[in-house]
Protein backbone atom coordinates (compact mmCIF):
# COMPACT_ATOMS: atom_id res chain seq x y z
CA UNK A 1 0.00 0.00 0.00
CA UNK A 2 1.08 3.26 -0.75
CA UNK A 3 -0.31 6.89 0.28
CA UNK A 4 0.45 9.79 -1.83
CA UNK A 5 0.32 13.35 -0.83
CA UNK A 6 0.14 16.16 -3.40
CA UNK A 7 1.46 19.86 -2.01
CA UNK A 8 2.89 23.24 -3.97
CA UNK A 9 -0.50 23.69 -6.04
CA UNK A 10 -1.70 27.76 -6.03
CA UNK A 11 -2.64 30.50 -8.19
CA UNK A 12 0.07 31.92 -10.75
CA UNK A 13 -0.15 34.75 -13.54
CA UNK A 14 0.72 32.98 -16.94
CA UNK A 15 4.62 32.79 -17.69
CA UNK A 16 4.93 32.43 -13.14
CA UNK A 17 6.49 29.06 -12.47
CA UNK A 18 5.45 26.41 -9.37
CA UNK A 19 6.92 23.44 -8.18
CA UNK A 20 4.66 20.43 -7.07
CA UNK A 21 5.80 18.03 -4.55
CA UNK A 22 4.25 14.58 -3.99
CA UNK A 23 5.37 12.76 -0.50
CA UNK A 24 4.84 9.20 -0.43
CA UNK A 25 4.34 6.37 2.60
CA UNK A 26 5.60 3.55 3.11
CA UNK A 27 8.91 1.81 2.47
CA UNK A 28 8.31 0.62 -0.87
CA UNK A 29 8.52 3.74 -3.15
CA UNK A 30 11.61 3.34 -5.19
CA UNK A 31 9.89 0.65 -6.28
CA UNK A 32 7.24 2.15 -8.39
CA UNK A 33 7.26 4.69 -10.87
CA UNK A 34 6.15 7.78 -10.70
CA UNK A 35 3.52 9.98 -12.97
CA UNK A 36 1.57 13.17 -13.19
CA UNK A 37 -1.52 13.64 -14.27
CA UNK A 38 -3.86 16.11 -14.71
CA UNK A 39 -7.92 17.01 -14.73
CA UNK A 40 -9.15 20.01 -16.39
CA UNK A 41 -12.74 20.91 -15.22
CA UNK A 42 -15.48 18.86 -17.95
CA UNK A 43 -12.18 16.78 -19.49
CA UNK A 44 -10.79 13.62 -18.96
CA UNK A 45 -7.91 13.31 -17.01
CA UNK A 46 -4.31 13.12 -18.63
CA UNK A 47 -0.17 12.32 -18.73
CA UNK A 48 1.92 14.62 -17.40
CA UNK A 49 4.60 13.27 -17.08
CA UNK A 50 6.45 9.78 -15.97
CA UNK A 51 9.85 9.09 -14.32
CA UNK A 52 11.09 5.28 -13.99
CA UNK A 53 12.36 3.96 -10.45
CA UNK A 54 15.97 5.72 -10.32
CA UNK A 55 15.01 8.67 -12.23
CA UNK A 56 17.04 7.73 -15.38
CA UNK A 57 14.72 7.89 -17.71
CA UNK A 58 11.87 10.51 -17.83
CA UNK A 59 8.76 11.08 -20.37
CA UNK A 60 6.45 14.33 -21.05
CA UNK A 61 3.66 14.70 -22.63
CA UNK A 62 3.53 17.02 -25.77
CA UNK A 63 1.75 19.90 -24.22
CA UNK A 64 4.37 20.38 -21.30
CA UNK A 65 7.24 19.30 -22.69
CA UNK A 66 10.34 21.79 -22.59
CA UNK A 67 8.54 23.09 -20.00
CA UNK A 68 7.98 20.71 -17.17
CA UNK A 69 10.22 18.79 -15.35
CA UNK A 70 9.92 15.40 -13.27
CA UNK A 71 12.04 14.43 -10.31
CA UNK A 72 12.27 12.52 -7.70
CA UNK A 73 14.35 11.62 -4.24
CA UNK A 74 14.23 8.12 -3.40
CA UNK A 75 15.70 8.67 0.15
CA UNK A 76 12.83 11.67 1.05
CA UNK A 77 9.82 8.95 -0.60
CA UNK A 78 9.13 11.75 -2.91
CA UNK A 79 8.53 13.06 -6.46
CA UNK A 80 8.25 16.85 -7.88
CA UNK A 81 7.04 18.61 -10.87
CA UNK A 82 8.78 21.82 -11.55
CA UNK A 83 6.19 23.67 -13.69
CA UNK A 84 7.56 26.62 -15.85
CA UNK A 85 5.68 29.43 -18.44
CA UNK A 86 2.86 28.34 -17.11
CA UNK A 87 -0.26 28.96 -19.32
CA UNK A 88 -3.69 29.47 -18.65
CA UNK A 89 -4.50 25.69 -20.39
CA UNK A 90 -2.24 24.30 -17.30
CA UNK A 91 -4.84 25.20 -14.99
CA UNK A 92 -6.18 22.07 -13.78
CA UNK A 93 -6.12 19.34 -10.77
CA UNK A 94 -2.34 17.77 -10.88
CA UNK A 95 -2.52 14.18 -9.31
CA UNK A 96 0.49 12.01 -8.83
CA UNK A 97 0.58 8.50 -9.14
CA UNK A 98 2.15 5.29 -8.72
CA UNK A 99 2.01 2.61 -11.55
CA UNK A 100 4.48 -0.74 -11.46
CA UNK A 101 6.11 -0.83 -14.80
CA UNK A 102 7.69 2.54 -16.42
CA UNK A 103 5.96 2.67 -20.24
CA UNK A 104 6.65 6.07 -21.54
CA UNK A 105 3.26 7.29 -21.21
CA UNK A 106 0.61 5.81 -19.39
CA UNK A 107 -3.30 5.70 -19.26
CA UNK A 108 -4.97 6.56 -15.90
CA UNK A 109 -6.27 2.78 -16.00
CA UNK A 110 -2.32 1.89 -15.48
CA UNK A 111 -2.23 3.68 -12.05
CA UNK A 112 -1.74 1.65 -8.99
CA UNK A 113 -2.06 4.32 -6.49
CA UNK A 114 -3.35 8.21 -6.69
CA UNK A 115 -2.77 11.47 -4.34
CA UNK A 116 -5.61 13.32 -3.63
CA UNK A 117 -4.96 16.25 -5.73
CA UNK A 118 -3.44 20.03 -5.97
CA UNK A 119 -5.04 22.75 -7.75
CA UNK A 120 -3.31 24.48 -10.41
CA UNK A 121 -4.54 27.83 -11.38
CA UNK A 122 -2.74 30.12 -14.18
CA UNK A 123 -4.23 33.22 -14.74
CA UNK A 124 -3.93 35.43 -17.98
Known amino acids: QVQLVESGGGLVQAGGSLRLSCAAS????????MDWFRQAPGKEREFVAS????????SYADRVKGRFTISRDNARNTVYLQMNRLKPEDTAVYYC?????????????????WGQGTQVTVSS
Open 51 to 58: ISLSGGRT
Open 26 to 33: GRTFSSYV
Open 97 to 113: AATSRYRGWDSPLAIDY
